[in-house]
């Protein structure tokens, strides 16, 4: 359906071209100040008005959201005749001390599609913001498309501003929850980014759970207890197909697609015991990946696809251990050889890491002193930082970009489930907009 | 805590085999629908003591296993083991099981809401597990027990507190309707 809807979006560049300018926000540094950026409504040409309005806030939700931005507000405007096709009077900007300037334009062709331009400004250097070295962007759409559009303008401007790609225009899958705590209803769900446009993917009739977004395709793979025992299935959003994922006895759970997409890691359980296996997706052929009488389960793959982070209680309570994809031995952190190294050694109960899309750290949900806390790992075990703390935080993933993580909270004893997320430095915890209770949140990647 | 609560849930047992003289112990809410009422006391009854009259549950019903047998064991925190109390009450659920080979059993393994949901799902089938395995030591054949983890998602008891994730870290035995096969 995506697929469909982008090829109708043609991306087109504007004319013109002044210099390179530069003004950047630093993502990684711990103290920062937002930069100001004046977002004025898109001026509307031909019955767009509303088009125009509703984008723009959207825009000015996206990036207000980040916390990286400070929208100017609208009533410090002196410039009220912006056009796209005008340089703006930069001295009307920068006495209300904005240091960017987004100018942009809707109309309807006559075959009643939908136009959007735009161009970012530096205020201060008095040029345009080359993106993707052109002097700014145009789509053009069906009407009904303009959401996603609004989220194409804004990591349009988040990248040339930050240096990071986008997040916006995506959509996340999780479990909507309702009644009443001994007899939940859990059905997957699935919402843009933004919570815009949410839907129920299955019935509610049974559990679903730990739904996971495949990196590469509009697939998901969930655990269901449809049939009444509990396995892992794929589900293809396009056509609403579903399968159970392999051959395997016992029951299967705890689902992950590796970062290439052309696999599914999961747990199998059988009399007693939970191992980790790998499954192609083309061939169907699954290898066993851990074969230990404790559990191993929640397995994450790297980037690179040669290591998979998993939760083990090998060691007597639940820890975080990194393996070698292959089952070959490695050297670990904390010396020796092994065919699965120990990552976690704080003081409390560590679960469900995954691996950051960018390789370098892994995300945990972490209970200690009755508590719960999501936080982050360096691969080498080094450098644990938690990102927030509640009577329950837990199932942390990745926006596609790695820079925020998305999770589940319960704020204290008896409260519902909703989803959060927090900036990986740890700033800008916000609870995400859900009109049910909801858990289990993970992110696809950027839409095509 | 966990053993008194135990030991609560075998004085419940007890009472339920004394045929109701004294007040009904507050049962764990069942998952299923609650088995009939039991009748208030009937502290009149105060005839001669002749033999005492059965007045519980059929046996060799549902309820009889509910009442008399008992169909929950409960888990230490993190654990799987199986204590003395535990055992006794899969004895009665073996020898249960032995009087009517009519019927087959669920076992299902549920954990409280400290920890993780994946987590929680093997250590559910972990405990539903060794349930069965102490059952098919006791000649229960193995193929009249399924096994199948809930995880945290089926508490029994929907409150946050130690006495309530006690009563949710069990192995619950569910007997299965004879006629469904």
Partial sequence: ?448 | MNTLLKASAAAAVLVGVAACASQPEPEPVAETPAPVEEPAPVETVEAAPAEPVYTGPTPGSLEDFQVNVGERVYFDLDQSRLDGDDQEILNRQAAWLATYPQFNILVAGNCDERGTREYNLALGERRAAVVKDYLVSLGVDASRIETISYGKERPLDASSNEAAWARNRNGFTQVLDATAG
């Avoid at chain 1, 990591?155 to 899958?173: A, H, K, M, W």
């Fill in chain 1, 1 to 448: 359906m995506f697929k469909k809807l982008m090829a109708a979006i043609a991306v087109l560049c504007l004319p013109a071209a002044p210099a390179l300018a530069d003004i950047t926000i630093d993502v990684t540094e711990g103290t920062y100040k937002p930069l100001p950026i004046a977002i004025p409504e898109f001026t509307a040409e031909g019955g767009s008005e509303d088009y125009s309005r509703q984008i723009t806030e959207v825009v000015k939700n996206d990036l207000a959201s980040t916390g990286l931005f400070e929208i100017t507000q609208e009533a410090a405007f002196i410039q009220k005749d912006l056009s796209i096709d005008v340089q703006p009077r930069f001295a009307d900007w920068k006495i209300i001390q904005t240091d960017a300037l987004v100018v942009g334009e809707t109309g309807l062709t006559e075959d009643g599609r939908l136009r959007v331009a735009f161009r970012l400004w530096d205020v201060y250097g008095e040029e345009v913001l080359r993106l993707d070295n052109q002097p700014g962007r145009q789509y053009t759409t069906t009407p009904d498309n303009w959401r996603r559009i609004a989220h194409k303008i804004s990591d349009s401007i988040y990248t040339r501003l930050t240096g990071e790609s986008g997040f916006f225009d995506t959509r996340i899958v999780y479990i909507a929850e309702s009644g009443p705590k001994t007899a939940r209803v859990k059905r997957l769900a699935i919402m843009d980014m933004d919570g815009a446009n949410p839907q129920f993917l299955t019935s509610g009739v049974h559990t679903v759970l730990t739904p996971r977004f495949s990196p590469s395709a509009q697939e998901i793979t969930y655990m269901s207890y449809e049939g009444g025992r509990p396995r892992v299935y794929l589900f293809n959003i396009e056509t609403g197909r579903q399968e159970v994922l392999g051959d395997f006895e016992g029951m299967t759970f705890a689902p992950r697609f590796s970062r290439d997409g052309g696999s599914v890691l999961l747990t199998q359980a059988r009399g007693g015991n939970s191992d980790i296996y790998v499954m192609n997706l083309r061939s169907r052929q699954s290898r066993r990946l851990t074969d230990h009488p404790a559990i191993d389960t929640s397995p994450s793959m790297s980037p690179d696809g040669r290591r998979i982070v998993f939760n083990s209680d090998r060691g007597g309570s639940p820890q975080l251990y990194i393996m070698n994809t292959d089952g070959s031995p490695l050297t670990c952190p904390s010396g020796g050889r092994d065919t699965a190294c120990r990552i976690t050694f704080g003081q409390g109960r560590y679960s469900t890491p995954v691996w950051s899309p960018r390789g370098d750290l892994i995300a945990f949900t972490k209970q200690t002193r009755g508590k719960f806390h999501i936080g982050v790992i360096g691969i080498d075990g080094k450098g644990e930082r938690l990102l927030s703390e509640a009577y329950l935080d837990e199932g942390p993933d990745w926006s596609p970009n790695g820079r925020v993580i998305t999770f589940f909270r319960e704020n204290y004893p008896g409260a519902g489930p909703r989803l959060w997320s927090v900036d990986l430095t740890g700033r800008n915890l916000r609870q995400m907009n859900t009109s049910t209770d909801a858990s289990d949140p993970a992110w696809s990647p950027l839409l095509d």
